[in-house]
Structures are given as C-alpha cells and as structure tokens.
C-alpha cells in the first residue's frame, strides 16, 4: 500500500487479556516505531527497530509489553494482561534512512480501550 | 526534564494571523528538527524539517531552529481554518540510532 497501515483500528478488551496490534510499515522503509498517546497528550517512545540491529527498547513501559518485527516488514506489539492504564492510541511509524531527516510516516493508529 | 518541551495550548488566534509555536530542547546532541501536524484522530504527518540552525520556509510556513538558545519554532502566515490542528515539534541526532523525541504538542485553533 501507499501508507502505513494498523491494524486493528480500534480494539475494546477486558482488564487482564492479552492484545496484539500490527503495523505494515512502507516497503521498504528499514526503520520502525511505536508510540503510545494517551489522550490529550504527546507522543510517548515505545520501540525502534532499525534494519537488523536490535532494537532500541528503552521506551517500553513494563515487561508486560514486548514487540517483534520480521525482517523489515510487519510489525506486532503485544501487551500481555493489559491494564486500564494501558487505554492509548498506539501509533506506528516508518522512515526510510537514505530519506533525510528521517521523516517519518505514521499510521492511523490503534485506539486500545481497556474495561 | 523532558528533552523536548512544548507549551501545550490550546492556543485560539483569528483567521489570517501570524501563529508562532515553540519549542525547547535540552540535548545538544540533537541536529534534525522536525515540524509535525496531527488532526484530531489521524496519525501525525511531517509538515517541515530542518538541520541544524537556520530557517526554512515551505509556503505559509516557516520552521525557525536556533541552536544556541535550543529554541525551535514555526511560524504559520495567513493562517487558515484548516490549519487547526495539534502541532508537535520533535529533535533527534545524526546517527540513525538516534530516537525521535516528540514535544507534547500545541493545540491550534483558528477562528474564521
């Protein structure tokens, strides 16, 4: 596709269930983000990936939340027994590096409410 | 301290005015500067970049980096209606290593 794309669009779960979120990042666009934006508030870092280097993790809030990537394709964050704190739109974002600044493309989020 | 920090808003002005946003920065490491625009419920999009210190115009807007300070800015002429939107200024380092650090965004409005 011509965008980034996630999936699912808005996802509704029970306190305690596991979730997982997905990102299509743009062909060919080696670098990868989460972040979280809790209402009415900026965006807070998650995780980079970049290429095959490990990724930079340094932004996950718990060990409840862990994400993976194939390659330089999909990616999926998963958050195991989610809290209602966890309640945030989930943004992904891809660059290519070749392309300066390193702008990058964000998706249209995943909006996560836990009950 | 926040590396990069935003007066988040909500700023009102009339339609046709000058709108000034800013943002600080603590790391010097820092050398892109990022402009973002984020309408309600959409995902943010890169409106403007610059590196280092300098200007650079792109239409009505003008990003505005001075290092010294560790001051960022953007400027929007004329502004429109459909200009309202959340603003968010973001910095990172030359290695592509570096994380993108976002501001928390300014809340834009603007009157017809």
């Known amino acids: 596709g011509a965008g980034v794309s996630q999936s699912p669009s808005n996802k509704v779960t029970e306190k305690g269930k596991d979730v997982e979120l997905r990102c299509d990042p743009i062909?060919?666009?080696?670098?990868l983000y989460w972040y979280r934006q809790r209402l009415g508030q900026g965006l807070e870092f998650l995780i980079y990936?970049?290429?095959?280097?490990?990724?930079?993790k340094s932004g996950l809030p718990s060990d409840r939340f862990s994400a993976e990537r194939t390659g330089e394709s999909v990616s999926t964050l998963t958050i195991q027994r989610t809290q209602q704190e966890d309640s945030a739109v989930y943004l992904c974002?891809?660059?290519?590096?070749?392309?300066?600044?390193?702008?990058?493309?964000f998706g249209p989020g995943t909006r996560l409410t836990v009950l | 301290q926040k590396e990069v920090e935003q007066d988040p808003g909500p700023l009102s002005v009339p339609e046709g005015a000058i709108v000034s946003l800013n943002c600080t920065y603590s790391?010097?490491?820092?050398?892109?500067f990022m402009w973002y625009r984020q309408y309600s419920r959409k995902g943010p999009e890169l409106l403007m970049y610059t590196y280092s210190s300098g200007n650079k115009e792109d239409g009505r807007f003008t990003a505005q980096v001075d290092k010294s300070s560790k001051y960022i800015s953007l400027f929007i002429r004329d502004s429109q209606p459909s200009d309202s939107a959340t603003y968010l200024c973001?910095?990172?380092?030359?290695?592509?290593?570096?994380?993108?650090?976002f501001g928390s965004g300014t809340r834009l409005s603007i009157r017809p």
């Open positions: 790391n010097s490491a820092f050398q892109y």
């Open positions: 062909s060919g666009h080696t670098a």
């Open positions: 990936f970049q290429g095959n280097s490990a990724p930079d």
């Open positions: 973001a910095s990172t380092g030359y290695s592509s290593a570096s994380k993108i650090i």
């Open positions: 974002a891809s660059s290519s590096l070749q392309a300066a600044p390193r702008g990058q493309f």
